[in-house]
């Protein structure tokens, strides 16, 4: 598969869409946390007539809490608002309502938008994904961990509900860049344990019910963004002797191409094509980048949530087809001796 060549007239265009906005900046915090504070309140007294109410309101209020997620994305980008004070405080407030670290979690994002597509890099920032021979050369009880780790339950509701409330704790990533961030990591844990027993002591179990329903329901949605942004049949895995930051940028990312109302509601991260071309694009520019720049859509996957559901299969990344498939496919490749 060759690089993508883009005239550098036109990838320098995009810097104007850098340029950052108190007001809409402000416009977003009041819009997103406003919202999410009053469905939160209407949740902890909704327990006390039927928690499929608390459920269902639950899932709204999930979705603005990813809103309030992608602010602290954006801050962690170094980009929402211009002030680097201002920028690392409503980030840190958005961390504690996400629950995920503010600091710990921008520096491994970081890797993640360096190295994307990267496939000595897919364990930091990415979802794991083995090659067709790396999983050909595994045990049985290897094949069997892995398939596990893959399916359905483990990928998109368990293994979700761990990386926000379990990973996320843990200083994992033994690289040197993260020695400075280590502390900062366990200092959000105790932080964030005061926070949750403090309002746990005040107004009781209601509040871990109506927190944690939020959280698992955030988890499960942010996760599957990530999945449909990176897990497509067409996304770009190379080593990185082969790699090229423009190509993982663009066939390494979708345009999750959503209704207006669930595109608001995730903060414009569906044009993730866009987003690793440029990160210091905040995400209130990304609309109006994309509008601008249509030309860009003939190198990235489009996909509709229709489309996306089909993903779900994704297993394996085949590299001499350079496409992602099931392990159907990967059995049927077997028995025809092509692996």
Known sequence: ???????????????????????????????????????????????????WLTFGLGIINSFFLVRIFIIQHDCGHRTFLTNSKARATIGYICSLFSTIPYHYWAKSHHIHHSHNGQLEMRD??????????????????????????????????????????????????????????????????????????????????????????????????????????????EAYKQWMDKWDYLTAALRGSTYYKLPALFNWLSGNIGIHHIHHLNPAIPNYNLQSALAENQWVNQYVTVMSFWDSLKLASNKLWDESQQRMITFKEYSRLEKLGLV
């Open 124 to 233: 930091i920032g990415d979802i794991n994904t083995l090659t067709v021979n790396e999983y050909k050369a595994l045990t049985t009880f290897g094949k069997f961990k892995y398939r596990l780790y893959r399916s359905f339950v483990v990928m998109f509701i368990i293994g979700p509900i761990y990386y926000v409330l379990i990973h996320n704790r843990l200083a994992s990533i033994n690289m040197d860049v993260f020695k400075n961030e280590k502390w900062k990591l366990w200092l959000n844990n105790f932080i964030l344990l005061s926070i949750f027993l403090t309002l746990g002591y005040f107004l009781g179990i209601k509040f871990f019910v109506t927190h944690i329903t939020i959280i698992v329901l955030f988890s499960v949605i942010a996760i599957w963004f990530f999945y449909v942004q990176h897990q497509h049949e």
């Open 1 to 51: 598969m060759d690089n993508i060549k883009i005239d550098k007239a036109l990838l320098k265009s995009f810097a104007k869409y850098t340029k950052t906005s108190k007001t809409k900046a402000t416009i977003q915090i009041v819009n997103s946390f406003i919202p999410f504070i009053a469905i939160w309140v209407l949740m902890y007294y909704s327990l006390d007539y039927s928690y």
